[in-house]
């Protein structure tokens, strides 16, 4: 970690973050922050030395306790299929499939040529039929894509408890490691429109170049991407121990009087990463860029379709990534969900602690919990 980096970096101007959140009790980064110089390295370090122990007992009792061991819970043992369907529900999208514009909005899917209007022609309603939907997959040269629409729209809807769904499906949850999610998804009848449905507006696009870059990965292969996102994070940023240490001193001995995050924020975006401006982020930052970079590419253009969302531990204060995807298996749909941890991934390793804190990238285990699972539209952070 440079600290003179942290201590001396120019105010920046915004960059178009939004990662302005109070999730798993880190302070955000503010773009616009323009940190004091007053308070160095040696400074936070005495105080940390100084005042730590009155925060030690909290600190200890965040990273350790509360995964089932003595008291509390974790994934393998909650009900997780509840906590990944309360918030999971439909959202609008819009993309291009074999040279047509297509938009799904209000229950109604959008068809155009590729230099149509913004705007094109309603063709048929989600309410409608998989026969009509064959239909129109003919006239206009889609590979299926109302007929999925179509029919996997009842579960779909159902899940967000539309009452105007009349003939729901079945539709269940499964949770795996990333490695068998991944062979799970790619096995499968996979159903990348669906996907995309799952997705919403939550995170602007971002450029594939980009995230080939940061990751060293191919952009439409999310596996590479979710094992590359470890490199990435470890080379061009790390885990801001300087912001935390400030923000630990800020809540568990100030009892949240006073700003001390505040001298150690910094840009959090991509381009900041590849920039060099960033100078560390905290868990919910890695969560919103590997996020970023798993819906860069449309669903149907990747090796297997996903959409993403933030798991919140209220009680350890942390977020990390829950990855999903949608298959059709026996007449129903099935949402394979996997969990992945930045955080554990980049410090843990770092500080060569990994075996006693965390297992690495992998995040279904007994040392992870969740309070609540946020997706597309539904994310609060």
């Not at 230099?115 to 022609?121: G, K, R, T, Y």
Request: net charge negative.
């Amino acid at each position: 970690m440079n600290w003179e980096a942290v201590r001396r970096r120019l105010p920046t101007p915004s960059d178009g973050s939004d990662d302005r959140t109070e999730t798993a009790g880190d302070a955000s980064a503010d773009d616009d922050a323009d940190p004091s110089p007053s308070l160095s390295r040696r400074r936070l370090m005495a105080g940390v030395g100084g005042l730590g122990a009155l925060g030690a007992g909290k600190a200890v009792d965040n990273i350790f306790l509360g995964y089932g061991i003595l008291m509390g819970t974790n994934l393998l043992t909650q009900d997780t299929a509840r906590l990944a369907g309360e918030r999971l529900g439909p959202t609008p999208f819009e993309t291009t499939v074999a040279d047509h514009t297509l938009a799904v909005d209000r229950g109604q899917v959008h068809v155009g040529g590729a230099a149509a209007s913004a705007d094109p022609e309603p063709v048929i309603s989600l309410a409608g039929s998989p026969a009509d939907a064959a239909e129109i997959d003919d006239e206009y040269g889609l590979p299926g894509v109302a007929t999925e629409l179509v029919r996997d729209d009842p579960p779909l809807a159902a899940a967000l408890g539309d009452v105007n769904a009349t003939e729901v499906g079945g539709l269940r949850f499964e949770f795996h490691q990333y490695e068998d999610f991944f062979d799970r998804v790619q096995d499968a009848d996979s159903r990348p429109f669906s996907v995309m449905r799952l997705r919403g507006d939550r995170y602007r696009p971002i450029g594939t170049e980009t995230i080939r870059t940061f990751t060293d990965a191919d952009p439409s292969d999310p596996k590479a991407v979710i094992e590359g996102l470890v490199g990435g994070f470890r080379e061009y940023s790390g885990y801001d121990l300087p912001r935390y240490a400030a923000g630990s001193l800020e809540d568990n001995v100030l009892m949240g009087h006073g700003d001390l995050r505040d001298h150690f924020e910094s840009p959090t975006t991509y381009d900041a990463l590849l920039s060099g401006r960033n100078t560390g982020l905290f868990c919910y930052e890695f969560v919103h860029r590997s996020i970023e970079a798993l819906h860069a590419v449309p669903a149907h253009e990747q090796t297997a379709p996903v959409f993403a969302g933030v798991v919140t531990d209220d009680r350890h204060k942390h977020a990390y990534t829950a990855v999903g995807s949608v298959i059709r298996e026996d007449g129903e749909l099935v949402v394979p969900v996997t969990f992945v941890d930045y955080t554990h991934s980049t410090l843990y390793d770092d500080l060569l602690a990994t075996g006693v804190l965390g297992r690495g990238l992998r995040a279904y285990d007994d040392r992870h919990r969740a309070s609540d699972i946020y997706w597309n539209a539904y994310a609060r952070v």
